[in-house]
């Protein structure tokens, strides 16, 4: 999960590239599910074909998911592109803390325990380090009524693609089978709400803009999703978002290293707190056979 959230950071500043050419924010959510899904259909097709079959009674949780992909994706570039980066990403990491709550609610998994104090902890060193290090509280003053509407709905649905994932595993889908079957679900909303034929193809003609889009696509969407939907087959959706927080710092750390944007000593401060926050969630007993129950256990984990 903290790798998955690595790559997030990393695709932000490559999403960055394709925005400053032209590419607008929504088609670039539409673009990457497109090049995920390609790429990931053709390793199944040649190696594990028996992956593109998901097993009985999975078809509503898969649906779900695809939903949720599209959604998340869409919401957070709307976001990114309407509010300060950092107002933006640290909103969406309301998510883990809003797992949390259902999770302290019994909604999410009634029969157990809810979470305990060192989880509340966790969720707010990372949340707190997540807005330190985007700077979020510089960007409060321009604040925009539709892109915070954008970034809130990006951590409901962030929280959705969470929960349906780790459900979609508990029925016995293989990580890929569930990305698969959600891209395509996330690939028919999109052709119903901007239609891929209308797409701005002669931005591609730009060797920046078409390696963005690669890139997005390959290291932002089909990586890190795998890295996840495994992680929730063996994690609480809970303490796998908050594992995620790492985007934050780690997108601030490439914008240092490609971009040249150096990292200010509260943006390295706010770094160190997600790392501490990250290290408690793993402690939380809330993971593997506790998190999941038997019925989980018993499939295969994912590679």
């Not at 959604?71 to 883990?96: K, W």
């Not at 052709?191 to 390959?218: E, I, R, Y």
């Not at 290293?257 to 706010?270: E, I």
């Amino acid at each position: 999960m903290v790798a998955a959230g690595t790559c997030w950071g990393l695709a932000a500043t490559m999403a960055k590239v394709a925005f400053d050419h032209g590419v607008p924010p929504i088609r670039m959510a539409e673009a990457r599910v497109v090049v995920a899904f390609v790429i990931l259909a053709a390793i199944l097709a040649g190696w594990r074909r028996e992956l593109l079959h998901p097993p009985a009674g999975t078809w509503p949780v898969l649906a779900a998911f695809g939903l949720a992909v599209a959604g998340v994706n869409a919401a957070y570039y709307i976001a990114i592109d309407r509010l300060a980066v950092g107002v933006a990403v640290s909103l969406q990491y309301t998510a883990p803390v809003l797992l949390l709550g259902l999770a302290a609610a019994g909604a999410i998994a009634p029969r157990r325990p809810g979470p305990g104090r060192t989880a509340w902890v966790a969720a707010a060193l990372t949340l707190g380090g997540a807005v330190l290090v985007s700077r979020a509280y510089q960007g409060l003053h321009r604040v925009d009524g539709r892109g915070l509407l954008a970034a809130g709905a990006s951590a409901l649905l962030f929280g959705a693609y969470l929960l349906t994932a780790a459900r979609a595993g508990r029925r016995g889908a293989h990580p890929a089978t569930v990305l698969f079957w959600g891209f395509i679900v996330a690939m028919v909303v999109w052709t119903a709400v901007s239609p891929w034929w209308s797409w701005p193809v002669s931005k591609l003609g730009d060797p920046k803009v078409a390696l963005a889009v690669l890139g997005v696509g390959l290291v932002g969407t089909l990586l890190p999703f795998l890295l996840a939907v495994g992680a929730v087959r063996v994690l609480p959706p809970a303490t796998a978002g908050i594992a995620a927080t790492v985007e934050p710092p780690a997108a601030a750390a490439f914008a240092w290293v490609f971009l040249g944007q150096h990292l200010a000593p509260v943006q390295l401060m706010g770094g160190a707190l997600v790392i501490i926050g990250v290290a408690l969630a793993y402690r939380v007993p809330l993971l593997a056979g506790e998190a999941l129950g038997p019925e989980a256990m018993a499939v295969e984990p994912s590679v």
